[in-house]
């Protein structure tokens, strides 16, 4: 996993823009004067800014990040105000989560907000805050947004020197359909499981097990995504709790050796993220023992109880999305699927047309889509070829989608490098080639709203740049030819 490309170094780069960014942070609440918990709460403050803002502009990251207050600012008050009432407390916090799940239908803007307000609320039953403290902790958190944003928009703003993400588009339904709509109702049964369960274990550390429940529905949309990542959060906190036993035990707060650790936790945090869950959650739950050493409570037993809470959490993820309004694996995986050959499509069509000489088409857009949709795709498939999956035949036919789709990506790679090539030129036979491609996109997808070319220009024969581009353009062919026996039979038994 650390061996994984890192084009650029921006993976590295943004981590190591995230530890100066929080230790920032941390040490302006330090001169400011603030206790430990409001220095704790900016630090955390800081994390939550720089991980979950993810608009695809710099303009869009830094409005979000000035929104962050005006949803956690109350948010921490109510969790301050009713954390002596029980039951108010905990109707409110489902409250919380509903809403914040269903902000998702609004793109990176919603799901950073959701995410920062859920947080908001578990960073004050963390700290067992009070309305006493309100003030300091208010403070902590707008130094932290403002140190944060010093360093992500002004001393080292990665993003204007990066071509923008392309952002998957979110899925479209009215009601139930939605499933950002069932995914708020799921999250929210799942998390009143787990904070019954939790406060069964613990009437202290119950929101561990709330804390899982939500962020196993974080970045997943089917039922086989959910129950996977839970598993991989089980995963690293038992990982996690064995390098802490090792670790932050021994260290019992020591402040100069647990905030350099805690700064390696954070580094991993966001450099392992976007690769593996287990590996981001076995820094988290190491930095949490690390805190919880400087806090003064941490021993053997405190760890023993978060895996117990974990384990509730993720029951509870487990049994909302088996049994409250299920999105099946094979209907998230047809969508994704079906917008990467979309993609693929709309790469050959404005290759085509670039060849036979508009100097607007431009297919880089559409291949970088691929990547993006491919990654997705994977990520849907995960379940499905998964070592513990015991159906070896569906195994099998996710792993052959994978490949194809993945020997798509590598032909319509090759077509945008020919495409970008000035002294290729435009041949008949590109036109009747890109013809097959959109036929056998159609046999997958249904009807396409362009098509390749319309015109058949130019006489068959020899050109510079053509004959590559065929080659890549039957690639194209044989691989979404081969990709209709997969879909047809995995459509046939659903997943």
Same mark, same amino acid.
Not at 393 to 416: F, Y
Not at 461 to 466: D, F, L, S, T, W
């Given at each position: 996993m650390f061996m994984a490309p890192d084009p650029g170094l921006v993976r590295l780069r943004i981590s190591l823009r995230a530890?100066?960014?929080?230790?920032?942070?941390?040490?302006?609440? $330090?001169?400011?004067?603030?206790?430990? !918990?409001?220095?704790?709460?900016?630090?955390?403050?800081?994390?939550?800014?720089?991980?979950?803002?993810?608009?695809?502009?710099?303009?869009?990251?830094?409005?979000?990040t000035a929104l962050l207050p005006a949803v956690g600012f109350p948010v921490l008050a109510l969790a301050a105000v009713l954390h002596a009432v029980p039951t108010a407390r905990d109707a409110i916090w489902l409250a919380v989560v509903f809403c914040g799940v269903y902000a998702r239908r609004w793109g990176p803007r919603g799901h950073a907000l959701g995410i920062f307000a859920f947080m908001t609320f578990f960073i004050t039953q963390f700290l067992h805050a009070?309305?006493?403290?309100? &003030?300091?902790?208010?403070?902590?958190?707008?130094?932290a947004l403002a140190a944060s944003s010093v360093v992500r928009f002004?001393?080292?703003?990665?993003?204007?020197?990066? !071509?923008?993400?392309?952002?998957?588009?979110?899925?479209?339904?009215?009601?139930?359909?939605?499933?950002?709509?069932?995914?708020?109702?799921?999250?929210?049964v799942a998390c009143a499981f787990a904070m019954a369960a939790g406060q069964v274990l613990s009437h202290e550390r119950w929101y561990w097990a709330v804390g899982t429940a939500?962020?196993?529905?974080?970045?997943?949309?089917?039922?086989?995504?959910?129950?996977?990542?839970?598993?991989?959060r089980v995963v690293g906190t038992v990982t996690g709790i064995a390098a802490g036993l090792l670790v932050a035990v021994p260290l019992d707060g020591a402040v100069a050796p647990t905030a350099?650790?805690? *700064?390696?936790?954070?580094?991993?945090?966001?450099?392992?993220? &976007?690769?593996?869950?287990?590996?981001?959650?076995?820094? @988290?739950?190491?930095?949490?023992?690390?805190?919880?050493?400087?806090l003064g409570v941490l021993h053997p037993g405190l760890l023993g109880l978060r895996l117990a809470e974990t384990g509730a959490g993720a029951l509870g993820a487990a049994l909302a999305v088996a049994l409250i309004l299920p999105v099946t694996t094979h209907a998230v995986t047809d969508r994704w699927v079906g917008q990467a050959v979309r993609a693929v499509h709309g790469c050959t069509a404005a290759a085509a047309r670039r060849l036979a000489g508009d100097p607007a088409a431009d297919p880089a857009p559409s291949a970088a889509e691929l990547e993006v949709l491919l990654g997705r795709?994977?990520?849907?498939?995960?379940?499905?070829?998964?070592?513990?999956?015991?159906?070896?035949?569906?195994?099998?036919?996710?792993?052959?989608?994978?490949?194809?789709?993945?020997?798509?990506?590598?032909?319509?790679?090759?077509?945008?490098?020919?495409?970008?090539?000035?002294?290729?030129?435009h041949d008949a036979r590109l036109t009747a080639a890109c013809g097959r491609v959109?036929?056998?996109?159609? @046999?997958?997808?249904?009807?396409?709203?362009?098509?390749?070319?319309?015109?058949?220009?130019?006489?068959?024969?020899?050109?510079?740049?053509?004959?590559?581009?065929?080659?890549?353009?039957?690639?194209? $062919?044989? *691989?979404?030819?081969?990709?209709?026996? !997969?879909?047809?039979?995995s459509s046939a038994v659903g997943a």
């Open positions: 530890v100066l960014g929080i230790g920032l942070a941390v040490t302006a609440s $330090e001169l400011a004067g603030l206790s430990l !918990p409001a220095t704790i709460t900016g630090g955390l403050t800081a994390l939550l800014a720089l991980f979950t803002v993810g608009d695809p502009t710099v303009r869009g990251q830094a409005l979000t009070v309305p006493g403290q309100l &003030p300091q902790l208010y403070a902590a958190m707008a130094l002004g001393a080292w703003c990665i993003e204007r020197r990066t !071509p923008a993400p392309v952002t998957p588009a979110v899925p479209a339904g009215r009601g139930l359909s939605r499933p950002t709509t069932r995914q708020a109702f799921q999250a929210t939500w962020w196993i529905f974080v970045n997943t949309s089917s039922r086989g995504e959910t129950l996977v990542r839970g598993f991989r350099a650790i805690v *700064a390696v936790c954070v580094w991993g945090i966001f450099y392992t993220a &976007p690769l593996s869950y287990s590996w981001m959650m076995f820094f @988290v739950t190491v930095m949490a023992g690390l805190l919880y050493g400087l795709v994977r990520f849907a498939l995960a379940p499905l070829v998964h070592p513990l999956n015991p159906i070896r035949a569906r195994r099998a036919r996710a792993l052959r989608v994978l490949t194809l789709l993945d020997d798509c990506a590598r032909e319509a790679r090759g077509l945008v490098a020919v495409a970008a090539d000035p002294d290729a030129s959109e036929a056998a996109v159609e @046999v997958l997808v249904g009807a396409v709203p362009e098509g390749a070319v319309t015109a058949t220009t130019g006489v068959p024969g020899h050109h510079p740049g053509a004959e590559q581009a065929l080659a890549h353009l039957h690639g194209l $062919e044989r *691989a979404l030819a081969s990709l209709a026996t !997969p879909l047809r039979r």
